[in-house]
């Protein structure tokens, strides 16, 4: 049993299968630099406590940088005997520090408290880069939203033709969705920002440790105020876990549109060559695949979190081995929206957009029958009765096979006195937009204003 990091109780090494089952290096061993960065603020604290004299915490830093520098370059790998990084790093630590000195590190500290921590250290590096990942990707809609200031396009509920929208609006509902995203990576943090170090097993050291100066040294605001909290919860895992899942859902409704946009039936955008593939056999084929893949992969998103939900319920408190299952998830999902992310963004910066064909269904399908309701509304008609009277100039057009403006004066005056020749300025897209200019409407100028709210967010995270 050479080299573990228990012994003296035990007669006898692990089954071959439980070691098997126990290892965690091959996921865990990307915690490694942030292990030897706890270790050497574990080390200052142990010197300030005096269990560590000047030199031997000067030799213990050496080693220690020794060490990480030997992790970096490769010339330090886990062994197939290690059961996880921090024992492998004990290992190398002593190899390095000798067992006399560099024994003396795991005084005070648990991998319980030392796991909870790295874990927090690895995702709030990762959620910054995921949160640049969104940035590009919000970044990406507002230039096509800035593109494309005035172009018409049908709006949908329903998937069916409902009122005409600028494609500025339409792009911008996405953007903020993602700005939230970006938001709640920026919130979360808050509460990843607190240190279980110190929390030992569970239930503190004996040894005087500060474990404030260890979260400071770590880059953490702050360390928990219960050491069993600090070495049991994940809900700060957890929590990220949902973040993720819920920038793959909002990334593939982005995608499902794209997916839908780029058919031939519909015909709204062109995707660029770089971001599009070819089919084995169909010479003719242009396939949406980064926007198939996202769609896709926002399942595996879901899954990772559901997975690291199971793992927590029912567990009791404090530690229990079950949470080594901890990591896979939330190193996953990080590792899907790292590669996703600069394909999204790289998709909708190089889309075509067909303009021409969007304004021209953008009125289609009687999407201006609440126009004409409103119209009236703002006559003096009240809505129950503008809204029967615009239904019946709906169905009058329907069993010609026209649209709203086809008919004439005379039709309008035969459904209704009130629907004079002055209806004509709302019947049309561009009457029907510039209609909506209050705060948060399709108007031309509500969306100008819109993307500078928007900016000033997104400058703001
Ligand atoms: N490798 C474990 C994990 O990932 C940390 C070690 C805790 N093991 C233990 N027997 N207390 O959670």
């Known amino acids: 049993n050479e080299g573990a990091l228990w012994g003296g109780r035990f007669s006898g090494g692990p089954a071959d299968a439980l070691a098997a089952l126990s290892k965690s290096t091959d996921f865990d061993w990307r915690l490694a630099r942030y292990d030897i960065a706890g270790s050497k603020a574990h080390a200052r604290v142990l010197h300030t406590a005096a269990l560590l004299n000047d030199e031997e915490l000067e030799g213990m830093l050496q080693a220690l940088e020794q060490l990480d520098a030997d992790v970096v370059s490769g010339a330090y790998v886990a062994s197939e005997s290690d ?38 250290m690895f995702l709030r590096d990762h959620a910054r880069l995921i949160a640049r990942g969104v940035i590009a990707t919000v970044d990406a809609l507002v230039q096509q939203a800035k593109a494309h200031p005035d172009a018409p396009m049908p709006g949908r509920t329903h998937l069916q033709h409902a009122q005409p929208i600028l494609l500025s609006h339409h792009l911008l509902a996405h953007a903020w969705a993602l700005l939230r995203d970006v938001q709640r990576l920026a919130d979360w943090d ?18 005087g440790l500060d474990p404030n100066a260890v ?16 070495t049991a919860s994940r809900d700060v895992f957890a929590e990220f876990g949902w973040v993720c899942a819920m920038i793959g859902v909002d990334l593939s409704r982005i995608s499902e549109e794209i997916i839908f946009w780029a058919t031939k039936e519909v015909g709204f955008v062109k995707l660029h060559d770089s971001y599009s593939t070819g089919s084995s056999i169909m010479p003719q084929k242009k396939n949406p695949d980064v926007a198939e893949l996202t769609r896709g992969k926002s399942g ?43 394909a999204v963004s790289g998709q909708i910066a190089t889309l075509t957009f067909n303009t021409a064909r969007m304004a021209e269904l953008a009125p289609l399908g009687f999407a201006l029958a609440t126009d004409i309701a409103e119209w009236l509304v703002k006559q003096g008609v009240p809505f129950r009765v503008a809204h029967e009277l615009s239904g019946e100039a709906v ?46 409407g399709t108007a031309p100028s509500a969306v100008a204003a819109q993307l500078d709210a928007l900016t000033q967010q997104l400058d703001a995270v």
């Open 83 to 120: 059961e996880d990084v921090h024992g492998s790093l004990e290992r190398g630590l002593i190899e390095r520090a000798g067992t006399q000195l560099g024994g003396k590190l795991r005084a005070g500290r648990s991998r319980n408290d030392q796991i909870a921590t790295l874990g927090r």
């Open 190 to 207: 808050a509460r990843a920002a607190v240190s279980p170090y110190g929390s030992g097993a569970l239930a503190g050291n004996t040894l």
């Open 215 to 230: 979260a400071a040294e770590l880059g953490f605001d702050s360390a928990v105020w219960n050491s069993i909290d600090g």
């Open 300 to 342: 595996r998103l879901i899954g990772d979190l559901a997975g690291l939900l199971a793992t927590l319920k029912g567990l009791p408190l404090a530690y229990n081995r079950d949470l080594q299952e901890d990591k896979e998830p939330v190193f996953d999902a990080a590792d899907t929206l790292e590669l996703l992310l600069p």
């Open 395 to 440: 169905a009058l057009a329907e069993s010609r096979g026209v649209e709203l403006w086809d008919l004439t004066d005379e039709d309008y005056a035969g459904i209704s006195p009130e629907l004079t020749p002055a209806l004509r300025s709302v019947l049309s897209t561009e009457g029907s937009l510039n209609a909506r200019a209050g705060q948060g």
